[in-house]
């Protein structure tokens, strides 16, 4: 007899495949294939289930732990604990909601099952999908390594013998090189095939559970399919290059040509359902501006204040503006002071150790948004004095260091209405704008050229794009604030369209994020800033 026929029960009909359901009038067993073949018989009336669930189910319930000669035939929700008809009449579960523990076994079951087929054919998937592309990679670098040693020979001989020396150490810092992009890929496909296995562990174990009548196994499972689905990030690596100048036989080491180091950066994908993490509640009437000092902290810009909050809403400090005014925009160095700027009286003003200093006073223009640059300088959005012209201008200190006005034919870069435009440089020094009056995104390259407009995804035709605040991340996305319809757009460095945060918004206004790519929402009318994860 084969031993396989003790664990597995087979189709009544067919008598090869694992029964999957039963009929109930016909009291006969029956997997998936010959369920229809079963049902073509008309002269009989039928009622197909699942064979787990069939009345003739036998369970194997547990033994109470206060009453050892009971049984558990009971679930109580409140406590979420299998239960037996003494502990019910004693009234310690007086009040709770008690349901039949068959029925809990059979929508457990029924999770479990949808858990497993996510994992089968969703999840497990796209682990493999990652796996293949780093093994493609694999040999990609292989290839291309090969070339950058191809190079150096070829640089090698022609300069024969006096070079050898030098192509020999080239090669060897080839080599190394090579050597840790791989330990990298490796490490990377260890740590992938790692999740694999855990998956398929997970996998038999889930198998196990809905294969076996121990309650005790079913009632204790929890689902890791969230973990699961939380994918590795992809590993991108730049490529090392070789150059190869014009011989100079005096500074042959120099004129060789250096390799470069291997770059490594980390690609985070987006979530498939961003997060609120954190509410701070800034206590304004009105919110419009948020920028980060820490992962934690945040200054705020409401009315003629300006707050420093921490995620528990708790204020820090308060600072009011030089001239009493309302500040129209706020910013932080890379110093961690703070940068605000002052539509009324002209000037752009620095706050150390809560002491404001005026930096810049302007002359026929007003300086309406502003932020900080990878330089340490200062990116500000300014309108003239006849509010008839808008520009950014870049600052070095308190001297300025370009003026970004017209494109390429003389035509004005930005909207001349609409006042709000929010602005904000990307990783590679791009100068992206909320531009509200022209209902885009203008961005320009760091010279002032322009690059793209984004006027709102192309499907949506209903919705007009009004875009608010705007900031950029270590991945180099765009991301700005639809504030009339209360969403998030997320595009990349080149304007393509990736996708929204909803996260229940409320008017959208001012954005930034940390250093962890943490997203900080100031929302207008509920004076909230909202915390989300995205990546």
């Given at each position: 007899m084969d031993p396989r026929a003790q664990d597995v029960l087979l189709c009544d009909l067919c008598e090869t495949d694992p029964l999957q359901y039963c009929c109930e009038h016909c009291d006969i067993n029956l997997c998936t294939d010959c369920v229809s073949k079963h049902l073509s018989d008309s002269s009989k009336k039928h009622k197909i289930a699942s064979y787990h669930l069939h009345k003739k189910f036998t369970p194997k319930y547990l033994k109470c732990l206060k009453h050892v000669e009971k049984?558990?035939?009971?679930?109580?929700?409140?406590?979420?604990i299998p239960v037996c008809s003494t502990c019910i009449s004693s009234g310690k579960h007086k009040g709770h909601d008690i349901s039949d523990i068959l029925e809990k076994l059979g929508s457990?079951?029924?999770?479990i099952q949808k858990d497993l087929e996510e994992l089968e054919k969703k999840i497990y998937p796209r682990y493999t999908d990652i796996s293949s592309a780093v093994q493609t990679e694999k040999a990609e670098v292989e290839t291309n390594y090969g070339k950058l040693a191809t190079t150096a020979d070829q640089q090698g001989e022609v300069w024969h013998r006096e070079v050898t020396a030098i192509v020999n150490k080239r090669k060897a810092d080839i080599v190394e090189i090579k050597t840790k992009h791989l330990s990298l890929l490796d490490k990377h496909a260890d740590e992938i095939t790692h999740r694999m296995t855990e998956i398929n562990q997970v996998i038999l174990e889930m198998k196990n559970i809905l294969d076996t009548n121990d309650i005790s196994l079913t009632s204790?499972?929890?689902?890791?399919?969230?973990?699961?689905n939380k994918l590795p990030p992809t590993i991108k690596v730049t490529l090392p290059s070789l150059s190869t100048p014009a011989i100079n036989t005096e500074t042959l080491n120099e004129m060789f040509g250096s390799l470069t180091s291997l770059y490594v950066t980390t690609v985070k994908p987006l979530l498939d359902e961003p997060r609120v993490t954190a509410t701070i509640d800034t206590g304004y009437k009105y919110l419009?501006?948020?920028?980060?000092?820490?992962?934690?902290?945040?200054w705020t810009r409401g009315e003629n204040t300006m707050k420093l909050l921490n995620l528990q809403s708790k204020l820090l400090t308060s600072i009011q503006t030089k001239s009493g005014d309302t500040?129209?925009?706020?910013?932080?160095?890379?110093?961690?002071?703070?940068?605000?700027?002052?539509?009324h009286d002209n000037t752009i003003n620095l706050i150390k150790n809560k002491q404001i200093q005026t930096v810049i006073t302007l002359q026929g223009w007003r300086p309406l948004y502003v932020c900080c640059t990878a330089a340490n300088g200062l990116l500000v959005t300014m309108i003239s004095d006849d509010d008839k012209q808008y520009k950014v201008v870049r600052y070095s200190g308190s001297t300025e260091k370009q003026s970004i006005q017209f494109d390429d034919q003389g035509s004005p870069l930005y909207s001349s209405g609409g006042y709000i435009k929010y602005l904000s440089e990307n990783k590679n020094l791009d100068i992206c704008v909320a531009d509200y009056g022209a209902?885009?995104?203008?961005?320009?390259?760091?010279?002032g050229k322009l690059r793209f407009r984004y006027t709102g995804h192309p499907s949506n035709?209903?919705?007009?794009?009004?875009?608010?605040?705007?900031?950029?991340?270590?991945?180099?996305?765009?991301?700005?604030?639809d504030c009339d319809n209360h969403r998030i757009h997320i595009l990349d460095q080149d304007g393509q369209f990736l996708r929204y945060i909803h996260c229940h918004l409320r008017r959208p206004?001012?954005?930034?994020?940390?250093?962890?790519?943490?997203?900080?929402?100031?929302?207008?009318?509920?004076?909230k800033v909202k915390k989300i994860q995205y990546l």
């Open positions: 049984d558990c035939e009971m679930y109580c929700e409140s406590c979420h457990k079951k029924q999770r204790t499972y929890k689902s890791r399919n969230n973990e699961f419009t501006n948020v920028s980060c000092l820490s992962e934690d902290q945040v500040p129209t925009d706020i910013a932080v160095t890379r110093d961690g002071d703070l940068v605000y700027t002052d539509y209902r885009a995104v203008v961005v320009v390259n760091q010279s035709t209903k919705q007009s794009f009004n875009p608010y605040g705007i900031t950029t991340d270590s991945q180099s996305h765009i991301l700005t604030a206004r001012g954005l930034c994020v940390d250093i962890r790519d943490n997203l900080f929402v100031a929302e207008f009318n509920t004076a």
